[in-house]
């Protein structure tokens, strides 16, 4: 793990190099999994106390940032890679892919994330549909980022069933607001990511006061409160502890995903070939 932490460290210019990376990018480093190292690196080399010296953007600022990135906050991770370097030819996908082999094969930024946040639901107790939602909550990331709560949903609907494509469209909307009957707080990651003084959409707003009504709305609050403790870099899960709840809650068509005709089955084929360039 030591040798890790230096390397990506080294890879974004030692802690040095990270305090001068705009928030953006910063942030992008952090959801790579790499949240509490890349912090108690950086707090060990400063030996102060990190969170006191803590300063967060204003979303002003955060806009100003716009135009020193080439490219949009809001592309996908397998589409734009955040490393600055070429692209590499990905790895040829099966005839008749499974969501195993897109987690094996594609799901190259997401997939930690995912698992781990799957990982904390299952120890939390959770039930098998807001496991399955934790594990394919983020994924959709891979291709498009703005929305991915409602894209994610979309990606995944035929698959699964009504409650948990609720649990994934809404958590994004959800991770916003705290709930503190549940222990959620607003996420550190957000005031990074959009400012500090960030205000949400009105859609966001609108679509947060009809959950919290719903019936449903502890599906999706699960998923965010089992989300935002996921960055562990400590813990490595594989997907085999999940196998038999995709097995039971997820209706892999036979054809692969990509083949099976399905309203969805271009977003599949975009996630295995994104070099296409048509
Ligand atoms: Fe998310
Ligand atoms: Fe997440």
């Given at each position: 793990m030591e040798t890790d932490r230096k390397a990506f460290l080294d890879s974004l210019g030692g802690a040095e190099g990270v305090r001068r990376m705009d928030s953006e990018a910063r942030a992008d480093a952090l959801e790579h999994q790499m949240l509490a190292e890349l912090n108690s690196a950086i707090q060990a080399k400063e030996g102060g106390d990190r969170k006191a010296a803590r300063k967060y953007p204003t979303a002003a600022e955060v806009e100003a940032?716009?135009?020193?990135?080439?490219?949009?906050?809001?592309?996908?991770f397998l589409i734009v890679?955040?490393?600055g370097e070429n692209v590499k030819r990905l790895p040829p996908m099966p005839a008749n892919p499974t969501l195993v082999d897109f987690f094996k094969l594609?799901?190259?930024?997401?997939a930690n994330h995912v698992l781990q946040s799957a990982n904390l639901a299952m120890k939390n107790g959770m039930s098998e549909e807001i496991i399955l939602a934790c594990l394919l909550h983020d994924v959709v990331q891979e291709i498009i980022r703005t929305d991915h709560g409602w894209w994610g949903a979309q990606l995944f609907e035929p698959y699964v069933s009504e409650k948990v494509a609720f649990a994934i469209r809404y958590h994004q909307a959800l991770r916003y607001y705290a709930d503190p009957s549940v222990g959620y707080e607003y996420p550190d990651l957000y005031r990074e990511l959009f400012g500090a003084d960030y205000v949400p959409p009105a859609y966001i707003e609108a679509t947060y006061q009809m959950v919290r009504k719903h019936?449903?709305?502890m599906e999706p609050r699960m998923v965010a409160v089992n989300d935002l403790?996921?960055?562990?870099?400590?813990v490595v899960v594989t997907i085999d502890p999940f196998l038999d709840i995709i097995g039971r809650h997820f209706k892999q068509p036979k054809e692969g995903l990509g083949n099976?005709?399905?309203?969805v089955a271009h977003m599949w084929r975009t996630i295995s070939r994104p070099d296409q360039p048509l």
């Open positions: 940032q716009i135009e020193t990135r080439p490219y949009r906050a809001g592309a996908g890679p955040r490393t594609r799901f190259m930024d997401t019936k449903w709305y403790y996921a960055f562990d870099p400590n099976d005709g399905s309203p």
